[in-house]
């Protein structure tokens, strides 16, 4: 599986959305999260999202601003990211698990969780 993500510039208080297409095999088959990293600082977990798109869970930094969603027709997951700060300016990844089910929020947290994952896209947030 090959995980392709778009980013882009926008202003605080503006809107983005990523998207993260899977190639190779079906998304269908895969829980999907995003994860960021920032300059100077640890690659951190923003969102995860089931197979089913039933079940989502989010960091608390973003809880409220971000939305995941998926489109497994399109083999496709978005991030609708509102309310950008200049503190979520960093590279977001996707990241794809083998499985349907997330079992719980600490378990996608970690980025062992995962078995593919995105080249990463600049988020840049200007103040």
């Known amino acids: 599986v090959q995980l392709q993500a778009s980013g882009g510039l926008v202003q605080a208080g503006g809107s983005l959305r990523l998207s993260c297409l899977a190639s190779?095999?079906?998304?269908?088959?895969?829980?999907t999260g995003w994860f960021r990293q920032a300059p100077g600082k640890e690659r951190e977990f923003v969102a995860v999202?089931?197979?089913?798109?039933?079940?989502?869970y989010y960091a608390d930094s973003v809880k409220g601003r971000f939305t995941i969603s998926r489109d497994n027709a399109k083999n496709t997951v978005y991030l609708q990211m509102n309310s950008l700060k200049p503190e979520d300016t960093a590279v977001y990844y996707c990241?794809?698990?083998?499985?349907?089910?997330?079992?719980?929020?600490?378990?996608?947290?970690?980025?062992?969780?995962?078995?593919?994952w995105g080249q990463g896209t600049l988020v840049t947030v200007s103040s």
């Open positions: 990241a794809a698990h083998r499985g349907r089910v997330v079992t719980s929020k600490m378990i996608a947290s970690s980025q062992n969780y995962y078995d593919y």
């Open positions: 190779g095999r079906p998304s269908s088959d895969h829980v």
């Open positions: 999202i089931s197979w089913s798109g039933s079940t989502t």
